[in-house]
């Protein structure tokens, strides 16, 4: 697998299926999707050293879309945005979560477009990650990932405080509000508190913490999936 | 003169050279007319051959020679002032003084362009100036002031006060529209950049910095380096730059402040605030996040985050360090040392804004910024 912009385009000859059933069928399997050479192998190789399994890669969202059915990964690492045409890793997420309820999306991505990143959480994304996450971090990221937790960063916290804001703000229609509690956690996280350190702060629970801020979470992606329905059917896109 | 004022100028010019030639045909057409009449009638020959070549020069020059106009207008204004003087020598006396029958002087209207020029040239109190100068010469050369001449007088300067004003609008606009056409194309070209860039050298930076931690010695300091030009170079192309408009993205400008130490928390949408304003909070940060770099030890991490209310912009800025005895904030500025607190506070307060400091042994620094907002949510 040697560079892949021009793969990409012309074959899909970066998606590698390695199947490697026998030996770990318990573990984690995961997909990675990346238009980078450095980061498709080198991830697929740390996570495999840390005992996942990394049952596919992909170059772009496109090539994902097209191999996913056929190595049902538990996980996919997903990178927001690839050097080919063809939908955007958060479109990507969109159409996995849509079609693969069972299959987590966990983003990784090195750039600071916020606004990509927030699209793909909406569309069902249970987390982000910076690339420059340390492994532990990652694979940290991953397990939790798999168990059906959100990944809940100092980052994300802050973008989807902004966009509960900017709803509110804009007036948007039906828009999903937080609770005061909510936003407390939520701003807990968002200035690097640990779940522990707020559940002591606020006098709660460890889970409670973590359902408000999955429930925040939830509300959020909710809520995006009625405004596609709705708009598909304002607009006669439905069949 | 720049490129792009020229552009907006050149058919000012061009009007102001048809100008000239129009109202020259129309003095020679009126001296040739009145020449009877005339007290010198050679002289009157002569000063027709004056205005023709002096139109032909000055229509050329203005065409022709785009850097050294105002030396020009000032010696456009001489010559056209002598000739217009000379007037007092050629017309009869009848000539002169009967201003009811409009024998006009041998400039006539053709006096109005070197006004026409220096308003074009130098904005309204040139124009106005000039007008003066030319309506004083026209009541000198005929020895006496009426209504009739008060009136020429007042058109003169109103010519050249009106004109000089729509000349400085044109200008303006015409750079404002440079101006902008710059930005958007240095705003494309930073894009193209950052797109360029993202797809090759901060995916590596990435790479490295994510290998950093089971790298030992040198190699892992050397891949921890690598990692936060990473962090600058991605955080670089996602700031916005100050907009032509006088606010600035104060996410922008805070998520240029991540590290590895420093995670920065910012909404997905810009929040606008006026360039000082921006400048001020990040200045506070700077000096919060340098104060627990000094003691929070090695391993203190710190958070910053920014929440836009509409009404209020928020900044918190926290870390995880020992935290400090409030007491011992209070005795610090009591005892006259302003430290980091008096200066934050200083800072907070010339801002308008209000500051919460929350604080304890063992518990960390939280600075808690809120900046009350005129417009709330603009740009969006």
Redesign the interface.
Known sequence: MTDSRGDAVTDSRGDAVTDRRGDGRSATRVMVVD??P??RD?VARDLGERGFEVVATAVDGAAALRIIAAVRPDVVLMDL?F?SAGPSGADTTRCIIDRWPDIKVLVLS??????D??AAVQGGASGYL???????E?VDAVRRTAEGDAVF???L???L???Y??M???RERDAPRLTERETEVL?QV???HTARQIAEALVISHRTVENHVQSTLRKLQLHNRVELARYAIEHGLTQ | MAAGTTDIMTPLWRGVVVFRAITAAFAIIAITVHHDGFARPVLGWVALAGIAVWTVLICLAYSYDPTRRLQMIVIDLLVTLTLMGSSALVLSTEQLTEVAQRTPLLTTVWASGPVVAAAVHSGRVAGALFGVAVAVVDVWARGFFTIDLARDAILLVGTGFVLGLAATAARRASEQLRRLTRAEAATAERERLARSIHDSVVQVLARVRARADQLDGEAGELARLAGEQEIALRCLFAATPPGATGEQDLAGALRLLASSRVEVSVPATAVPLPTADVDELVAVTREALANTARHGGPEAKSWVLVEDLGAEVVLTVRDDGPGVDSGQLVGAQCAGRMGVSGSIRGRVADLGATLTLDTGPGRGTEWEVRLARARPGVAR
Do not use: Q
């Open positions: 238009d980078h450095i980061w080198g945005h050097g090195a750039s600071g477009a916020h606004a990143v927030l910076m690339k420059s996450a340390s492994l532990d990652l960063t100092a980052g916290a802050g973008l405080l902004g966009e804001r900017r509110a703000l804009d701003r968002a200035i690097g």
